[in-house]
């Protein structure tokens, strides 16, 4: 895959051209509360060099929340013509991050140690501004924990977030420094830039037709990319992420670490665009699994962060493994290494397989799509999985059907009830219920990544993103969201 050149004069990629934004000052950054930095920040009106590259802005903040909104525009589009879950890690590690600042005092660092994603639909360029809202949940000496949802412009749900950031101990300065900075904080204006910001750009780059997928499995279109026989789409055109190596399972991914993708912190790459990266190359793996005329969604990413990565310019690596492929479901890892050879970060996704769905997407579609249609009953189904103590198919509607205590995991698991025994702790991702017309598809159960997941082929859903610790008996009861416990949220008994 090679990225033509796309800057204003056609001379240099736009990774290469000058950078564009603003850093957080040191002096306001130990004169100022977390929460009064973020106000600073939103008053002034200027970001980082990200948010020049992609959009990404920063439009309200609170006390433990923040708001930010990217616009879907042509250049975060991926061969299929969607924007991948991974690429939803720029939208969503700002706020993560964001909403643990807003409780920090003045003067204290925080890194994020990990982010996870779920991904619930497709995101296409119907899909207009995303909006991003953060909740901080936990803020504590060495620890904070947040939340994002992601909605589109119709105030759909599109993702869940979650991150778990270390605070660092708090950075004493001289109280000169601060009585300075509180006297004389600098007063930046928006300079007169010579063209458009990259995402205001027309985007360069092109989407695979549907003929190409039906005609090539996923690895020779890969492989065709990487060799240039087929066009790289617009997202390598914008950052320089490209597909270098390719074989059945494993690929090999560079980006180049350039100061655009920055965040407020400088000398920094930000974290969303490792995850961009990291992701990128587990989706890019499970595409070389498939055959031709056969789909696949991304679920789910988990991203851990082990070193800071410096912006020099020089290539990043990403490599991809895929360690399970089912007939449904495909789970890969990925690891990231600086131009040092150093590893940045380990991630873990997983996928599932869509045989005859088309693979260029452009309408939205939800994920994972397991509901009956036409297409689903011309293909024999894959038999579903069952969790230990589990009973039979979904129960009708309005019906409450209970799971006995199961054994291994410690988790018995029915129709939208789970019951934990004492001392276990499972995280519950997603919850379905079955329509009383529709019980074809029993709820299954699928170790990934120390997770639980029960899913099942009907609309009626509630997410449910919590992990729970017992020391006693318990059940959870998760409501659809056409209950009428909608109002108090996925989680029941508690």
């Not at 969503?92 to 204290?108: E, F, M, R, W």
């Not at 300079?191 to 092109?206: F, L, T, V």
């Not at 890019?284 to 031709?292: D, I, N, Y």
């Not at 800071?308 to 690596?317: E, K, T």
């Amino acid at each position: 895959m090679k990225p033509g050149k796309s800057g204003p004069s056609a001379q240099a990629p736009i990774w290469e051209e000058p950078v564009r934004g603003f850093y957080t000052d040191p002096g306001q950054f130990v004169a100022l509360s977390g929460l009064d930095l973020l106000r600073s920040v939103l008053e002034g009106g200027l970001g980082p060099p990200i948010r020049y590259l992609s959009g990404l802005g920063l439009t309200t903040v609170e006390p433990g929340g923040v708001t930010f909104t990217m616009p879907v525009t042509g250049w975060l589009l991926f061969p299929q013509g969607v924007v991948s879950g991974a690429t939803l890690g720029i939208l969503a590690d700002a706020p993560l991050g964001c909403a643990v600042q807003t409780a920090l005092p003045p003067a204290t660092l925080f890194t994020t140690a990990e982010i996870s994603l779920r991904f619930l639909r497709t995101v296409v360029p119907q899909s207009g501004t995303l909006t991003a809202k953060g909740r901080l949940i936990h803020a504590g000496q060495t620890t904070g924990v947040s939340l994002v949802e992601v909605t589109d412009e119709a105030g759909r749900l599109v993702a869940v977030t979650s991150t778990r950031c270390a605070i660092l101990p708090r950075v004493e300065a001289p109280w000169e420094v601060i009585e300075q900075a509180l006297k004389n904080p600098p007063r930046l204006r928006e300079p007169d830039w010579p063209s458009p910001h990259p995402y205001q750009r027309p985007a360069a780059g092109e989407v695979l037709s549907q003929e190409i997928w039906d005609g090539t499995d996923g690895l020779g279109v890969l492989r065709s990319l990487i060799t240039g026989d087929l066009p790289a789409p617009p997202l390598a055109h914008l950052c320089g992420i490209a597909p270098v190596e390719a074989t059945a399972g494993t690929t090999t991914w560079t980006m180049p670490a350039s100061e655009w993708l920055c965040a407020p912190v400088q000398g920094r790459l930000y974290g969303g665009a490792l995850a961009m990266l990291a992701g990128t190359a587990i989706d890019g793996t499970v595409q070389t699994t498939l055959p031709a005329g056969t789909a696949f969604g991304p679920v789910d990413l988990k991203v851990y962060f082990l070193r800071p990565v410096a912006p020099d310019g020089r290539d990043l690596v990403a490599r991809g493994t895929v360690i399970h492929r089912g007939r449904s479901m495909a789970i890969g890892t990925s690891e990231v290494f600086d131009a040092d050879g150093k590893k940045a970060a380990v991630a873990t996704g997983s996928a599932v397989i869509l045989p005859g769905r088309p693979a260029t997407v452009t309408t939205e579609l939800t994920l994972p799509d397991l509901t009956g249609s036409e297409d689903d009953e011309e293909r024999p189904q894959p038999s579903p999985r069952r969790a230990p103590g589990a009973r039979g198919p979904a129960s009708r509607a309005g019906e409450e059907e209970r799971a006995r205590p199961g054994a291994g995991r410690g988790a018995g698991i029915g129709a939208g009830r789970l019951t934990c025994l004492p001392g276990t702790s499972i995280l519950l991702q997603t919850v379905t219920t079955a329509r009383s017309h529709d019980t074809r598809y029993p709820p299954f159960w699928a170790d990934l990544s120390g997770s639980a997941m029960i899913r099942s082929g009907v609309l009626s859903w509630a997410i449910c993103v919590c992990t729970v610790s017992i020391s006693r008996q318990q059940e959870i009861s998760c409501h659809s969201p056409d209950t009428p416990k909608r109002g108090r949220g996925p989680w029941s008994g508690v």
